[in-house]
């Protein structure tokens, strides 16, 4: 038998899931994402020091805004862990 759109779809055979498993993983990768990305601007903080201790202001800025970008990605990774 085809499987039909709006129904949902029968496990044969395979034993039931529990959800709560899965959540516990994603919440782990979602806190390793977080570390990494505080990691990298860790380090692109330090890099832009240095850069405008060198008077390389494109560099500077170039870092900075990935600097945003990240901490923003690190704010809404830890908005939907919250949830």
Same mark, same amino acid.
């Given at each position: 038998?085809?499987?039909? &759109?709006?129904?949902p779809r029968k496990n044969r055979g395979e034993p039931a899931? /529990? &959800?709560? &498993?899965?959540?516990? @993983?994603? !919440?782990? @990768? +979602?806190?390793?994402? @977080? #570390? /990494? %990305? !505080? ?7 330090? #890099?832009?020091?240095?850069?405008? /201790?060198?008077? /390389?202001?494109?560099? %500077?800025?170039? +870092?900075?805004?990935?600097? !945003? ?7 809404? +990774? ?6």
């Open positions: 038998m085809r499987h039909r &759109p709006g129904r899931r /529990d &959800p709560e &498993p899965r959540e516990e @993983i994603l !919440e782990e @990768i +979602l806190e390793e994402l @977080i #570390a /990494d %990305h !505080e990691a990298a601007v860790r380090v692109m903080r330090q #890099a832009a020091l240095n850069a405008e /201790d060198q008077k /390389d202001m494109v560099t %500077h800025d170039m +870092l900075v805004s990935r600097m !945003e970008w990240r901490e923003k990605t690190i704010w809404m +990774l830890r908005a939907v862990i919250t949830k």
